[in-house]
């Protein structure tokens, strides 16, 4: 579904993503793993169209969308849940819910996915009339990955979801990945959770210092030495 060939970005001077290249297949669930400053929220904003790339190639079910807008992107089938989540903290649960859907003019539609983000998370069916900026921590997550439900994603990208949240709530979180994946959408995952991220990927790709420098499935990698020793404490 996914194809990231030798893409590089730079921040002026700075080289921050160096010729990588990675594929997400349809259905999976792929994580991108490595230390602060790896470059994993760089690729992602990359991919998404946020950040332009300086070479190299991006495509998407075969079709090359290196040079589109983020909201044309969005229109093909991608969405991200960005890091810290960035719920509009002065509107309401559902009038962030009907902002994912911006480009959609399905009214029927929207509302029928309303209900199945409602679904998925009751807590935001009970705080629907709330200010977002009011949710604890991890309602504002389950409302961020809401929001980008209601594009009705192909692909959907994660930057740390379990960012700053209690360990019962991380593995809420992670499980609700699981069955969103379950449901149809694949899913590109950046997580500094290794262990967790590890657990529920199909394949994952390790990165330092803008390089990819190993990938591999996820019961692989999760059972690599060199990794258990620099992400897993191990």
Do not use: C, W
Not at 101 to 118: N, T
Not at 155 to 167: Q, R, T, W
Request: proline fraction near 2%; hydrophobic fraction near 40%; charge should be neutral.
């Amino acid at each position: 579904m996914l194809e990231i060939k030798d893409l590089n970005v730079h921040f002026g001077v700075i080289h921050a993503l160096k010729g990588i290249s990675l594929t997400v297949n349809n259905g999976e669930i792929v994580t991108l793993i490595g230390a602060n400053g790896a470059g994993k929220t760089t690729t992602l904003r990359t991919i998404s169209g946020l950040k332009k790339a300086t070479s190299g190639q991006i495509l998407l079910d075969g079709n090359d969308i290196t040079a589109l807008s983020a909201q044309d992107r969005v229109k093909m089938g991608m969405s991200q849940v960005p890091e810290g989540r960035r719920v509009f903290t002065d509107m309401t649960v559902l009038e962030n819910l009907e902002l994912g859907a911006y480009l959609r003019r399905d009214r029927a539609g929207i509302k029928q996915d309303l209900e199945m983000v409602y679904d998925r998370f009751p807590r935001l069916a009970d705080r629907r009339r709330q200010i977002a900026g009011t949710l604890s921590g991890g309602e504002q997550q389950m409302l961020a990955m809401g929001r980008a439900l209601m594009s009705r994603p192909k692909i959907l990208f994660l930057d740390e979801p379990s960012m700053g949240l209690a360990p019962l709530l991380v593995a809420e979180i992670f499980d609700i990945i699981k069955e969103i994946n379950k449901s149809g959408t694949t899913i590109l995952l950046v997580e500094q959770n290794a262990s967790m991220a590890l657990q529920i990927a199909n394949r994952a790709y390790v990165m330092e210092t803008g390089s990819i420098v190993l990938s591999g499935t996820g019961e692989e990698l999760a059972q690599s030495d060199d990794i258990k020793k620099a992400y897993l404490g191990g």
